[in-house]
């Protein structure tokens, strides 16, 4: 029997501030093999990526044993020098952040390049061409010359999967490797990423996405491994709870497609565009689009990075003025709208607070635009709108930093609230969460909606997760709005992929 | 491309205008007459209100400001820098002089600045939380703290008095340039050196380095392919605005180790009121600043390929 391509046992990996990131861990991938790492955010499943690579600080403690099949040494045991010459040829890694990835002032082609360099190998122009243009990245020649931010975000993922498994790896790590990505290219990136690949261990948190590209997972709950099996088994038969937490996450039940209600409209639109003057030309961000959007409703717009609908979000919430077309705010062609009247929620909740500011500053910062309002009673309306999100619990004198992620995208929607909107915007709102926190978010949204009234016109690229709770869901492709096709009504069709 | 260029030369212009007109501003709220400390300076100890009256008219003072400083303007733009009130000689002449002497001083002491920080900070950020890191950090702080005058003082009475490494007088040539050099580096070797110190940390926590790293890249290579140029954009500009400042240390550095070069002869300037003396420094300075901090900003171009290539980013 050949011995696995890498095998991990009893690894204990405790950092300098005490916490400890994996507790017992022990796995194999076998040769050929494609295994997933699931989890919440914060279950250890990067740290235990991160340690079998030696990527973590020379001050985290890490016990334990790492083999690599061809060599016959634990290479915890080895110093770090050795270690990364000896695993760097036969570990391949594909990290998160496809634009975080490349050093912005080299070219994609250096970047490519840098693992052959390394070893001390002379790259072939010729043959790194044709690798590329094998992962679909078109005029490869070219395009090695151009920098990253010349580059798509899909592309990129492409060609650090190329440059990751150059050497031809016995395993390729992936730290989330689509997570960045609109969901269709997810899927393609993936497949790239298990072609090119003679293993794959790939880190993730949306268990459908593991279940569709691996042939075993392996759950992680606070730093432990709570289940492993098969893709069929465990989402067939999940017994640990997270797996069923996770699972329970990952299906969404579109919410049924509604008419626009009989209430008053909050927001229209008329023909308006959009135009950006690029370094050649112009680029039109958005064709003529009409839109409107009633009080107590859900207006999503979904459609792939780069479609417009961000532009479309600014131009309805009165940031930004169209080059032509009408719009017009409770049913007054204007500017814009009344102070306060429109609010929006961004996609980075922690830098959208001052970190300064304790949460009652912050939160009801919308109400001293038009009044003068005490300390004292500025805490207690804090307190009553972390109540209104479900986080009543919290210190309204406490800080961002003090907060999750998830707590901090609340604050922000309370923030919102406050101020008695007729229309939150929100551009990706759950963007930066993970699938679980997502979820509740988009409940809670919905939950205002309904009680508050408010109407929401909220952007995303992730279709389902919207899907289930937006009346309307429109669709955005190269700045062309289609009111008319709900993407929920034919979910099984399937989808194009953007370029 | 062009645009740019002519929008920063015309920013440079009105930059010279504006600080012609401060430094104007100034010199007639000063509340000294020149004339009298002019006669003085020409032999002349106790003038009679005839001769006071004289030399007004002679230098125009009884003029209204501002047609002083237009005629002083025209005549600038026709290469007529003005003569010296106290020497009689044209300004040109005295300051080219002794301008050699001072730019050898800086030039070295710039050079001794840029290598030293970029030796000390590199080295610093590369053994992060370890020993030399925390030398650096000591040796660094000490360098800014210290003023200049002190240093200079310190390095006269023990290394070229006491050790006799060196000469008391300095004659503004190679052999006697370095003890004033590095007294005038100093400053800006700790607060370089801890500017690109951070800088190069910061690159290096960079998600690209974690990939570099992965890849089993060497730390020199981690360091001298992507962390240094990553961080060389902020620490340049310092740089830039830092020139300045080597250049408005000099009087000082050179009145300590009596070096022959335009800074002592401006101060005296100064307190004269020898406006054309004055005014035509204060436009060489700003001049040499102004094609310094053009120059770094050319180069911070070629430097980051994001600058060269403007992309609208939609949606």
């Known amino acids: 029997m050949t011995p696995p391509a890498v095998q991990v046992e009893d690894l204990c990996v405790t950092y300098p501030n005490g916490h400890r990131g994996a507790i017992g861990v022990t796995f194999a991938v076998d040769e050929g093999e494609s295994v997933a790492l699931v989890g919440e955010s914060g279950c250890g499943k990067t740290t235990t990526l991160r340690s079998i690579q030696g990527l973590l600080g020379a001050r985290t403690r890490i016990t334990g044993t790492i083999r690599i099949a061809d060599v016959d040494v634990d290479v915890l045991t080895l110093r770090p020098r050795e270690r990364h010459l000896l695993t760097a040829r036969r570990l391949g890694y594909v990290s998160q952040d496809p634009y975080g990835a490349y050093d912005p002032l080299r070219t994609v082609g250096h970047h490519v390049r840098e693992p052959l360099l390394i070893q001390g190998r002379r790259p072939d122009a010729a043959d790194l061409t044709a690798q590329l243009t094998a992962v679909g990245i078109p005029e490869a020649a070219t395009r090695l010359g151009q920098h990253p931010h010349q580059w798509s975000g899909g592309m990129l993922q492409r060609a650090t999967i190329v440059a990751g498994t150059q050497l031809s790896p016995l395993v390729t790590l992936a730290d989330e490797p689509t997570s ?7 899927d393609n990136v993936l497949s790239t990423l298990r072609a090119r690949s003679r293993a794959v261990l790939f880190v993730t948190h949306d268990l459908a996405l593991a279940a569709a590209h691996a042939d075993r997972i392996l759950v992680m709950h606070e730093g432990r491994i709570v289940e492993e099996g098969t893709a069929a088994t465990v989402l067939r038969q999940p017994r640990h709870d997270q797996t069923r937490l996770l699972l329970a996450a990952s299906i969404r039940a579109p919410r049924l497609v509604r008419t626009p209600p009989r209430t008053p409209t909050v927001a229209s639109a008329s023909g308006v565009t959009k135009r950006y003057r690029s370094g050649t030309g112009t680029l039109t961000a958005v064709q003529p689009a009409d839109l409107s959007i009633h009080a107590g409703e859900i207006v999503g717009v979904v459609g792939p990075s780069g479609s417009g609908k961000s532009t479309l979000l600014r131009m309805v919430s009165g940031m930004e003025p169209p080059d032509s077309g009408t719009l017009t705010w409770n049913g007054q062609a204007s500017a814009g709208p009344t102070p306060g009247s429109v609010m929006p929620i961004s996609q980075d909740p922690l830098s959208s607070l001052d970190p300064r500011w304790p949460l009652w500053r912050s939160i009801t910062e919308p109400l001293t635009v038009t009044r003068r309002l005490g300390k004292a009673e500025r805490i207690r309306l804090a307190r009553e709108a972390l109540t209104q999100v479900g986080i009543g619990h919290l210190d309204p004198l406490a800080r961002p930093r003090q907060l999750s992620v998830g707590q901090a995208q609340r604050v922000a929607i309370a923030r919102a609230l406050i ?6 915007v929100a551009d990706e709102p759950t963007a ?5 926190t997502a979820q509740a978010m988009m409940a809670l949204l919905r939950d205002l909606a309904d009680r508050h009234g408010v109407a929401q016109f909220i952007v995303s690229h992730d279709v389902a997760l919207l899907g289930t709770i937006a009346d309307r869901l429109l669709t955005m492709t190269d ?3 289609d009111a008319a ?9 399937p989808r194009q992929e953007p370029s | 491309m062009a645009g740019r260029v002519l929008r920063r030369f015309g920013a440079a212009l009105a930059t010279l205008l504006a600080a012609s007109i401060l430094v104007w501003v100034m010199l007639m709220a000063a509340p000294t007459d020149p004339v009298e400390g002019i006669l003085r300076a020409r032999g002349i100890l106790e003038p009679d209100p005839y001769q006071v009256a004289a030399m007004r008219t002679e230098l125009g003072l009884d003029d209204p400001p501002v047609l002083r400083y237009l005629r002083w303007l025209a005549a600038w733009f026709h290469g007529d820098f003005g003569v010296s009130w106290k020497s009689g000689r044209p300004v040109a002449e005295e300051i080219a002089q002794r301008l050699p002497a001072t730019a050898l001083l800086t030039g070295v ?6 290598v030293a920080s970029v030796l000390l900070g590199v080295t610093a950020a590369s053994c992060h939380r370890r020993a030399w890191d925390t030398v650096v950090r000591v040796i660094t702080l000490a360098l800014v703290i210290v003023p200049s005058f002190l240093f200079g003082l310190l390095v006269l009475n023990t290394v070229v008095l006491r050790l006799k490494w060196g000469r008391v007088v300095a004659d503004g040539t190679w052999l006697t340039v370095w003890w004033p050099a590095l007294t005038l580096a100093c400053g800006a070797i700790g607060y370089w050196s801890r500017v690109l110190r951070a800088s190069v940390l910061e690159a290096l926590s960079a998600p690209y380095l974690l990939v570099s790293r992965a890849r089993g890249a060497s730390l020199t290579r981690q360091v001298f392919v992507h962390a240094l140029p990553n961080a060389l954009p902020p620490w340049l500009t310092i740089v830039a605005l830092g020139a300045a400042g080597l250049l408005g240390g000099a009087p000082i550095v050179e009145a300590v180790f009596t070096w022959p070069g335009v800074g002592a002869y401006t101060v005296q300037a100064i307190s004269a009121g020898d406006a054309p003396v004055v005014l035509f420094y204060t436009m060489v300075a700003i001049t040499t600043f102004i094609v310094v901090s053009l120059l770094t900003d050319v180069l911070v171009t070629v430097l980051d390929p994001r600058l060269r290539t403007p992309t609208a980013v939609a949606s």
Do not use: E, Y
């Open chain 1, 432 to 436: 930066s969460l993970d699938v679980r």
């Open chain 2, 109 to 114: 002491s710039m050079l001794m600045a840029v």
């Open chain 1, 180 to 186: 960045a990505l609109d969901a269709d290219l997810a």
């Open chain 1, 479 to 481: 700045g062309h709005l």
């Open chain 1, 485 to 493: 096709a709900d993407p929920r009504a034919h979910a099984d069709a």
């Open chain 1, 419 to 424: 101020a008695r909107p007729a229309l939150i």
